[in-house]
């Protein structure tokens, strides 16, 4: 199994970090995001072309996702925290 650990960070007048694990990566049905320091507040899945194909709210710093019913391919996930923070992570779906 492979562990994927996404980083974000934004430099402005602070600079704030957040990261986010996320696995199984290749995945068949279920995909887990877990942040140890900040809440996720919201995760979209996006195909290749740009298109949300999935959006889940949710307010826990631990996330199983469904994704049995996508195509096998390579996904983006973007995971918005209770900060706002954004963190772009790969996923692969396989059959």
Same mark, same amino acid.
């Given at each position: 199994?492979?562990?994927?650990?996404?980083?974000?960070?934004?430099?402005?007048?602070?600079?704030?970090?957040?990261?986010?694990?996320?696995?199984?990566?290749?995945?068949?049905?279920?995909?887990?995001?877990?942040?140890?320091?900040?809440?996720?507040?919201?995760?979209? !899945?996006?195909? /290749? #072309?740009?298109?949300?194909? +999935? %959006?889940?709210?949710?307010? *826990?710093?631990?996330?199983?996702?469904? !994704?049995?019913? /996508? #195509?096998?391919?390579?996904? +983006? %996930?973007?995971?918005?925290? *209770?900060?706002?923070?954004?963190?772009?992570?790969?996923?692969?779906?396989?059959?």
């Amino acid at each position: 199994m492979f562990v994927a650990q996404a980083k974000g960070s934004f430099t402005g007048l602070k600079t704030l970090n957040v990261s986010i694990n996320v696995y199984p990566v290749p995945s068949k049905e279920m995909v887990s995001f877990v942040s140890s320091d900040q809440q996720i507040e919201l995760i979209e !899945i996006f195909d /290749l #072309s740009g298109k949300k194909v +999935l %959006a889940q709210h949710c307010f *826990s710093n631990s996330v199983d996702l469904s !994704i049995k019913h /996508l #195509s096998a391919g390579v996904y +983006l %996930a973007k995971v918005t925290t *209770s900060k706002q923070q954004r963190v772009i992570s790969k996923i692969i779906k396989e059959d």
